[in-house]
């Protein structure tokens, strides 16, 4: 769907529109909310914890293998094959992330043969039974699909969630803030998004045609990607763009991409970052990072950006 033009996007986007549209995903906050209070339940009565690798990896994987229909006993094996994406900096890191990813999509294809152990009320039994203007997906269009869902749902919130936690805890004046005043919630989230810019690009577009753009001149073939966390930090847009400002209104943030290929998870990344946000402040309200704020570094990787660690005190 990512890598299609219309339209071949449309009829694949067409058969997933619905399950992640507004509606749908209000419908999830209990089980969401369900999840992420079983997570931190395991923090309970700890004085320390590592959220990115206790919390923040495991809410969206978990939210994402119920909402596909992939069983609870899958995610350990996940998690493990999926370990070596934590880092891509180099050749040689990717090469031996391949591995773990090639299990995941033939887990995924055995999983979503009948028979295969999905769950019957999530997502992979529904769109191995939807049809497209008519026609079935094929095998490989189904495994894909998946794949794409399994895949861009989970890094992309994992971030958010933890980069806007640190974002949140090395200023504590806006910690607090949002302790006191709930109803900032909403406008948080967003500022996180733009201010963390967890997808920092889009993935690469080929112009069609000779133009010239920007004052730029482009041939057709040539390779563009939009820098998204450069466009979300834009002075001419945004006032004081450095300044992490919970209550930004407007907040006109490109962080979910924009044009055909907007991001179509954006519901439910907001719903379960707002829910992640909620739930720390109302168990552990007093939380604080057990570290310097220098100390705390970044992985480096291409197109997303990741935390190493977030090491906290609890405290409630
Ligand atoms: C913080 C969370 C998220 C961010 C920042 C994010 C960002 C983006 C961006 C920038 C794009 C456009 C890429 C491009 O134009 O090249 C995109 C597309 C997409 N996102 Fe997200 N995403 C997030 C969460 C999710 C979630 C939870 C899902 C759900 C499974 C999801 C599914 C997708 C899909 C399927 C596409 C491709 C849409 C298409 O090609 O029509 N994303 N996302």
Redesign the pocket.
Known sequence: ??G?DDPE?RRL?GL?DQA?QRRMIETMRPMITDITDRLLDRLQGRKDADLMAEFCRDL?LAV?CA?LGLPEQDHARFRGWLGGLKDTASLGAVIRAVPGVLRVVRHLRRVSRPGGGALPEGLIVALRDASADGQMLSEDELVSMIF???G???E??T??ISGGLFALLSNEDQWRRLRSDPSQLASCVEEC?RYV???QM??P?FATRDVVWQGRQFRRGDIL??F?AAANGDPAKFEDPHRFDISRHPNPH?????????????Q??RV??AIAFERILARFPNTRLAVEEGAITWRRRLGIRALVRLPVHLAA
């Open positions: 769907m990512l299609y996007h986007r997933v992640f969206p994402i909402m794409l869902l399994f861009a749902g989970q992309t919130t971030h958010l998004l810019s967890p997808v889009t993935k577009r990607a939009g998204l490109l962080s979910f991409g924009t044009g055909a290929h907007f991001c179509l998870g954006f439910l990344a379960e970052t």
